[in-house]
């Protein structure tokens, strides 16, 4: 099962490794594995959340996610996203910022940091949408109780999360923005424009997903009493649905798709900035935190084929802490230089506070927790 899911990480890894003492000694070696952990620390919550949307869809579309998908994550937000932003920024041409990339690395490095302010923005308002829509529904199971069941009422207001997340920006752009740490001056404008188009995209990608996702939701239901009666007509007596159970499909995965490489492009942007802080070389930089996202998405098969977000109730609420969390450190660290370790570490320590609690909870309950049941079937392209 471990090799199945993370042989092509692994055999990546070994390959990615070996190329990068080939190319730049040992030291390119230790910089591309450095990289590489960075990465995994800073996207475990990625994968959680992936996991949680992946499991929704059918195998065609997870197939998409994990082949299509993990081109898009490695050479798109790796590689040529921080050229975009170059190119964007600096008001060149992409192939001016490809040249400026290879072989001036140093003002490469000063203007991509100089992008942080809009990158940070717009990637904090989309991971706090996330998270503000999470607290704000009313859930089955509840972790911090005491904190979840005024949040989940309070989300009966219409448009509560959008109202928020406006005034979290208007804070941030009238305190943190202010004389930034990124390149002086004040971003105000930059962090409003920015913070309200990662809003939009949310609204706009989210709501279509969502959109389309309640109408297949529909379709099964339509479905499901006619294909119970035609099953218990049949001759075994089973009764069996035409479309529930084989997850979402057409448009309704094609925007929930399109979702999930956004969200990924969110949880990019710091491990992007902050790989500047181990190396300047994009080659670097993309083949490490390449490494990295390779090793999200098998992590996120792994725990769609062995049901652990069913088994262990509490990881979905840690995983969207440590979103909001995030959220908070990326709108702040607009100002503020914050170390990657302690965005890693905060995001793997509620995952795993919210691990220890589900065990703890299926303990209580006397369940026997992950691989209590049936495996569910996930085409891996990687």
Known sequence: MLLRTFGWSFAITAAGLALAGVLWGWQGLAIVGILSIL?????????????????????????IFLTVGILIAVFGMRLV?????????AKMGPLEAVNLAINDKPQYEHLVTGA?????AFGGMFLLMIFLDFIFEE????????????????????????????????VTAMTVATDVAHGGGDKSATVLLSGVAGLITYLVVGGISGYFEDKLEEAEDDDAPAAKASGDAGSNG????????????????????????????????????????????????????????????????????KGTLDDYVYLEH???????????ILL???????????????????????????????????????????????TSGV
Do not use: C
């Open 318 to 328: 840690g995983a969207h802490y440590a979103i909001g969390a995030l959220a908070v």
């Open 116 to 120: 942080h302010p809009a990158i940070a």
């Open 238 to 305: 089973a009764s069996k649905s035409s479309v529930s159970g084989v997850g979402l499909a057409g448009k309704a995965a094609f925007f929930m798709f399109l979702y999930l490489e956004v969200i990924d492009a969110s949880f990019s942007f710091d491990g992007v900035i902050g790989a500047f802080a181990v190396t300047n070389d994009i080659f670097e930089m993309a083949l490490g935190l390449g490494i990295g996202a390779m090793y999200i998405r098998s992590l996120t098969v792994f725990l769609v084929r």
């Open 139 to 170: 859930r089955e199971h509840k972790w911090l109780g005491w904190l979840e069941r005024p949040l989940a009422k309070m989300g009966k207001l219409d448009m509560l999360s959008v109202i928020i997340a406006l005034i979290v920006l208007l």
């Open 81 to 89: 996203f921080p050229v975009v932003i170059v190119a964007i920024t």
């Open 332 to 378: 702040a660290s607009i100002k503020y230089e914050i170390p990657e370790v302690v965005t890693g570490l905060v995001g793997v320590g509620l995952i795993l506070l919210s691990f220890w609690s589900s065990v703890r909870k299926n303990r209580l309950e006397g369940k026997p927790g992950e691989g209590s049941r049936a495996e569910p079937e996930v």
């Open 39 to 63: 990465e995994i620390s800073l996207s475990f919550d990625n994968a959680v959340i992936n996991a949680g949307i992946l499991r929704k869809m059918n195998a065609f579309w997870q197939k």
